[in-house]
C-alpha cells in the first residue's frame, strides 16, 4: 500500500503548521482554512474506511469464515488476507 494512515496524520499535522503560521494576510488565511475544511473532509472519509476495514475484520476474528459471504468486498480476500490486517487498518484490501 502506497498511502498510509500515518501519512494522513503527516498531512493533518502539516497542515495545522499552516494554519498556525505568523504573519499569514487574511486571504492566506482564507485560502488555508479552506484548505484545511477540504483536507478535513477527505480525511474523514479515509478514517471511515479504515474503520469498516476493522470492524470486518473484528467480525472475521469472531465469526471466522461463515461470516465471509455478509462481507462481499473482503469475502474474495480469504483468512490468509484478513489475518494481515493491522490495528490501524494497513494491509486492508
Do not use: C, W
Amino acid at each position: 500500500m502506497k498511502n498510509k494512515l500515518q501519512d494522513l496524520n503527516d498531512h493533518l499535522f502539516a497542515q495545522l503548521e499552516r494554519l498556525s503560521e505568523e504573519g499569514l494576510s487574511a486571504e492566506a488565511i482564507e485560502a488555508e482554512s479552506k484548505r484545511a475544511r477540504a483536507i478535513v473532509d477527505v480525511s474523514d472519509q479515509i478514517v471511515n474506511i479504515a474503520d469498516m476495514k476493522i470492524q470486518a475484520a473484528r467480525l472475521y476474528a469472531n465469526h471466522g469464515d461463515r461470516i465471509l459471504p455478509h462481507l462481499p468486498q473482503i469475502g474474495s480476500a480469504g483468512p490468509k488476507q484478513l489475518k494481515n490486517i493491522t490495528p490501524d487498518g494497513e494491509g486492508a484490501q
